[in-house]
């Protein structure tokens, strides 16, 4: 059966990688992404709408499908104050999952980060363990939660210090085993390749998804 999915986070790193691969799928039939400005050259199975994501109410009406993809993340050299970065992050990724649930989509998938908890002391660990109880907290029957650690992609802004890391990656991959297989790095790529085998193959339940389970 034909798949309708809501994408939002298209331009991002791993967003805009799933939105290739979601193109490819052939039972994918429609692809709803949310943006702020057009992005030009997609086919016609993609619809875009423009948002600027300050009144979600205005589209909720828009956020109709099968699936929901929740791929959105700022950074703090884009947002550095921490309001508008919380804003960002929790208010647009749970602000159109709570439209989701609410329009009847049944399943959600959600880019989060390894180390994501609650009760981290970091700002952006601990804001992405907000997100996921959040996310959990509004109880769709299939929801994927995946933990990359570092992630390797070509970003159109200059990150000299994830350039760096990438960079090294190759090397420090060579320790990550046995209970720090977690942390090894993985492409935006795989992350978009896993989402995509998991459509239409979603088991009921809250499922998080590290490492070995995405490539896997």
Do not use: W
């Amino acid at each position: 059966m034909a798949k309708s999915v809501v994408l939002v986070g298209a331009t991002g790193l791993i967003g805009n990688a799933l939105l290739h691969e979601l193109i490819q799928e052939i039972k994918v039939s429609e692809i709803r992404i949310f943006v702020r400005r057009k992005i030009d050259g997609l086919p016609e199975k993609v619809k875009q709408i423009i948002t600027d994501f300050q009144d979600l109410s205005l589209i909720k009406d828009q956020v109709k499908g099968d699936v929901i993809y929740c791929c959105v993340g700022t950074t703090r050299k884009k947002t550095p104050d921490l309001t508008d970065y919380r804003n960002i992050d929790f208010g647009i990724n749970i602000g159109m999952a709570k439209l989701a649930k609410e329009n009847g989509i049944s399943t959600v998938h959600l880019i989060s980060a390894m180390g994501a908890s609650t009760t981290a002391r970091i700002f952006y660990s601990k804001l992405k363990g907000e997100i996921e109880e959040a996310l959990k907290a509004l109880q769709f029957p299939n929801c994927y939660i995946y933990r990359p650690a570092i992630l390797i992609g070509n970003r159109n802004e200059s990150r000299p210090m994830e350039y760096l890391s990438q960079k090294l990656c190759p090397f420090i991959d060579l320790f990550m085993r046995g209970n720090l297989k977690d942390y090894h790095s993985i492409s935006a790529s795989k992350i978009a390749q896993s989402m995509r085998k998991n459509l239409g193959n979603e088991k009921n339940g809250q499922h998080e998804l590290r490492y070995a389970q995405i490539i896997g």
